[in-house]
């Protein structure tokens, strides 16, 4: 009989890479600030971002390090009542305020799921990491797993920033090893294909980052 200890063997065989108590312990601590630290995701970024990857009614999305909702409402909306939204992250704290803002949403859900290491049930349209890949340990097999079993046929994983990398490398150079932080969009696109996947930068200057795979 199939269970679900042999489906976690299946997906992921190396489960080396979970996310340590001290990170979840720094996002459930931060949660209740971190709104009023976000500034660059402003609602016309956002949009414009969720324009070039294409979400739109009946959609299914997942919202892979939602974090505390950034994108759920714009998500929400966009997808409408024939779509879905699931946000996933580990962080309590974290899931604590999305679902405080955007839990009444009807087309919304949550799960608090470690995603590098445990299965995310479900197919998708579109799966979201936005402001995620720097806490990735290991995004390549993250990516490759997650293309492989949580994506429809046409479906596409997307990595997104409100700013360039060099921003975001400013914010995690303190705790980043160098080699993990993020790289320019197309060197970050050659490491995907170089690993045999499909991918293509889709937006990279001061204000916006997004690559595609898939």
Sequence with gaps: MFHRGMLCVA??????FRMTREEISFFDNIAPKWDSMEHKSTPEKVNGLLDLVGVSGGMSVLDLGTGTGVLVPYLSERTGPGGSVTGVDMSEGMLREARRKYGELENVSFIRRDFETDPIEGRYDRVMLYCVYPHLHDPIATIRRI??????????????FPSDERFINGIHAEKKAESSLLPPAGVLVMRFRLSGMRARVLAADPERYLVEIG
């Design 11 to 16: 997906y992921f065989p190396n489960r080396l």
């Design 147 to 160: 293309s492989e079993y949580n994506l429809k046929p046409g479906g596409k994983i997307e990595i997104g």
